[in-house]
């Protein structure tokens, strides 16, 4: 018997999420035929969140009524550029990072083993915020962004240094945040980065881990106590604007992978779906990543597909 990693004392459920459900349905809502693809797997069209045996039903309830109230302020677009949050919507999205911690921890021991002690001490801190103990998160913040076109820009300037490699972001910048989800553990052994990192169709959150260069952060970083969103245009870390861009050319190089059948079953059903495809946001992020690289954008894609 498993149990609940958040209690201790509970059998864990199955079928606990590790995204809240809702938060894959919006970007399902969102796509041209109701179909998204994870990185791990191009052939795999995703239809749910990851689940595992994670929380107790009493847990997975707590959590829930968090996931409700943020549902319903997405829902309302009230989360947005410039916009009030408050202490309650801090506390779901550190619900998703300490999710994400617990799940992945045994990947970073097994891969990353010196930056264990950092993300053990991080699922601590969030846990006890969570329940109380503490009012501040410490040396383990949460930021939050939105994606958009202003950020994938500056994405691709970050990617276009030398210190980066000097090739830019991949050419489907704007597609890769628009269709492709992330929910894993980000470690730069070289540098000494590692983040926490959840990423859907149109957001993103980070929890720190370890971050040695935190410049631009106080520009996304949330209070625990509530406050403002970030405004449009507002600047990047550089450790997301690097994380970003190199899953962009992840996304790229497992495009390579999707295999002729799918890639000739992505097209019928595109043509099938021509009405909603005009002015879909999958089209859109095409013009804008069209905008941004010119010829070059026209890159072929396992776009999402109609089951």
């Not at 018997?1 to 004392?9: D, S, V």
């Not at 938060?23 to 239809?47: C, F």
């Not at 950020?151 to 910048?173: E, F, K, L, S, Y």
Request: net charge neutral; with cysteine.
């Amino acid at each position: 018997m498993t149990l609940c990693a958040y209690c201790g004392q509970n059998p864990a459920i199955l079928n606990s999420h590790i995204l809240p459900r809702w938060t894959i349905r919006d970007s399902l809502d969102k796509s041209v035929t109701g179909k998204l693809r994870p990185t791990d797997n191009i052939n795999r069209r995703l239809q749910d969140a990851e689940k595992c045996e994670l929380l107790c039903r009493d847990c997975e309830e707590r959590f829930s009524k968090l996931e409700g109230t943020a549902a319903k302020q997405f829902k309302a677009g009230a989360i947005t550029h410039g916009a009030a949050y408050d202490a309650d919507f801090v506390r779901f999205l550190v619900s998703i990072l300490w999710r994400i911690a617990v799940v992945r921890a045994d990947e970073v021991q097994a891969g990353h083993a010196r930056f264990t002690p950092a993300l053990t001490e991080a699922i601590a801190a969030w846990k006890d915020y969570l329940e109380g103990k503490y009012s501040d998160l410490g040396a383990h913040p949460v930021w939050f962004t939105i994606l958009n076109p202003d950020v994938a820009r500056q994405v691709h300037a970050a990617m276009q240094t030398p210190a980066a490699g000097g090739r830019g972001a991949a050419p489907i910048i704007n597609r890769y945040f628009a269709n492709w989800l992330g929910c894993e553990v980000v470690v730069y052994e070289t540098h000494g980065f590692a983040i926490v990192w959840a990423k859907t169709g149109s957001w993103l959150i980070a929890g720190v881990v370890t971050v040695p260069d935190m410049r631009a952060s106080p520009a996304v970083q949330l209070s625990p106590a509530g406050g403002v969103f970030p405004s449009i245009g507002h600047a990047m870390p550089p450790i997301l604007l690097a994380t970003l861009g190199h899953q962009s050319w992840e996304c790229l190089k497992v495009a390579d992978q999707m295999s002729p059948a799918q890639r000739q079953k992505i097209n019928a059903d595109f043509k099938k779906n021509a009405a909603k495809v005009s002015g879909s946001v999958q089209t859109q992020a095409l013009r804008e990543d069209i905008t941004m690289f010119g010829e070059s954008a026209w890159v072929e894609l396992p776009e999402p597909e109609k089951a």
